[in-house]
Structures are given as structure tokens and as C-alpha cells.
């Protein structure tokens, strides 16, 4: 979560420790990812704004473009069955993003139109919507179960989401009437400031 790709070494009592090394707060710069067709290379991008979450943080780009990085663990990195990254993962979120808020184990972004879409665990329904377009067979919220693979077929932890088998790698847009003007977001829940009423919601 730090863009640092080694793990760190924790140390209790007097340092250093001469038979274990401690890790230094040391800053790092964090860099994204390189996909292929990337414009620009990652040493490029910069960013203009950053948002930690647990265990996780997310940012946005000068290009207005969302990036996450650190654990995986619900799917927050915008994609499903794969670990933690140091290298930040850029969020497919429809339009330019103007704000991103980090959570528990999900982010959401504001865009510059002033519409909000959530990704990562939706056990709670922190990502704004409990029915939307691509909604499972029951009916509730996206359910990432790989069902076709047979080792993990009824296996819980085969499941990238399998505490109530609930989240989302794609950014899901807040169901509401409202265009937000402001956004931030908690252990479970998220907030945010209407544009035309000045409600917080």
C-alpha cells in the first residue's frame, strides 16, 4: 500500500536489530502499471489527489483517470483473482474523474459530470446500488463466483468475494436522481454533498 513492492519487516523493542533488520519509513514514489496500448509510459502519469483506504489507497491522475493499489483482497483494484499490487491500477470508471474516496475494501470516484461509481465489496451495499444492470441471477448485486472451475466450484475461499459472495471489480454507478458535488467514504457506508439541494446523503 505504500508502492513499495517488498514486504515490511516489523520489529518490536530497542533497534536496530541485529539479527533481523527492521523496514525504514522510507517515501516511495508509486507508479502505475504498464498495460499494453498505455499512451504513456508509467513514469508519466502523475498524480493530482490521493485517498487512503484500509489497507488500500486510490488516486487520480492529471489525466482525470482513477488509480488503486495495495490489497485485492474484495476485488478493489478493479479486478478479481489477483493479489495485492505495489503498481497502482487504473479503475475503468466511465468519464473524467474529479475526486476518489477509499474505504474499507471499496473506493468510489466522482466524476466531473457529478455522478459517483463504487467497486469492491458490496457486502453491506456501500457500493450504492443492491440491484443494477449486471445483476446476478438472484437479482442482487454482481457476484464474481468462479463456477467454473471445478477445484473451487463450492469452495468458499475459491471465491474472490466469498464473505456473502458480493462485490464488484467494475466501478457500479450510485443509483440516484442527484449529480454530487462532494464524496467520502467509511468503514462500510459512503457519503456525499447533492449538488442541487445541498442535502448530504
Not at 90 to 114: F, L, M, N, S
Request: proline letters at 7%; charged letters at 20%.
Amino acid at each position: 500500500e505504500t508502492g513499495d513492492s517488498s514486504i515490511m519487516t516489523g520489529c518490536d523493542g530497542q533497534k536496530p536489530y541485529y539479527t533481523k533488520p527492521c523496514s525504514a519509513a522510507t517515501p516511495r514514489r508509486v507508479f502505475p502499471e504498464s498495460l499494453p496500448g498505455d499512451y504513456r509510459p508509467p513514469n508519466e502519469v502523475k498524480f493530482v489527489s490521493v485517498a487512503a483506504g484500509f489497507r488500500m489507497a486510490c488516486a487520480v491522475s492529471d489525466h482525470a483517470e482513477a488509480y488503486c493499489w495495495g490489497s485485492n483482497y474484495r476485488c478493489e483494484l478493479g479486478r478479481c483473482r489477483s493479489g495485492e499490487s505495489a503498481r497502482a491500477h487504473r479503475i475503468g470508471v466511465p468519464g473524467r474523474v474529479a475526486e476518489i474516496a477509499a474505504g474499507y475494501w471499496h473506493a468510489c470516484a466522482r466524476t466531473e459530470d457529478g455522478r459517483i461509481f463504487c467497486w469492491g465489496n458490496n457486502t453491506a451495499g456501500q457500493l450504492g446500488s443492491l440491484t443494477t444492470a449486471n445483476a446476478g441471477a438472484d437479482g442482487g448485486p454482481p457476484d464474481y463466483r468462479d463456477s467454473t472451475n471445478e477445484r473451487t466450484r463450492g469452495d468458499a475461499y475459491g471465491d474472490p468475494c466469498f464473505n456473502g459472495g458480493r462485490c464488484s471489480p467494475v466501478p457500479v454507478e450510485v443509483a440516484s436522481p442527484h449529480r454530487w458535488a462532494a464524496l467520502t467514504l467509511g468503514t462500510e457506508h459512503a457519503c456525499a454533498l447533492a449538488k442541487e439541494d445541498g442535502g448530504i446523503y
